[in-house]
């Protein structure tokens, strides 16, 4: 599966952003989809997943309550609404298929 990332950006603190992956092949449906981010210096790190039917979602604590993980299976495409933004949110933002595929990464710039 080939997985695209859009939506990136450069936006103050405390505005939103809506990232999007869109997946090619016809068993996305089939997959669990996450997204993960790495700042400059540090590992990539786990941001938040959702299953098959998008009827459990999982976050890291450091965006829970800010960061909406949805998809939309018809159109193979996931998404994370990002709210209230903070400059710690800057990482480049790849989305994953299983575990297994990546995307390309998109960059995310928070000032303060």
């Known amino acids: 599966v080939q997985l695209v990332e859009s939506g990136g950006g450069l936006v103050q603190a405390g505005e939103s952003l809506r990232l999007s992956c869109a997946a090619s092949g016809s068993t996305f449906s089939k997959y669990v989809m996450g997204w993960f981010r790495q700042a400059p210096g540090k590992e990539r790190e786990f941001v938040a997943s959702i299953t098959w039917s998008g009827g459990t979602t999982s976050y890291a604590d450091s965006v829970k309550g800010r960061f909406i993980i949805s998809r939309d299976n018809a159109k193979n495409t996931v998404y994370l609404q990002m709210n209230s933004l903070k400059p710690e949110d800057t990482a480049v933002y790849f989305c994953?298929?299983?575990?297994?595929?990546w995307g390309q990464g998109t960059q995310v710039t928070v000032s303060s």
């Open positions: 994953n298929a299983n575990g297994v595929n």
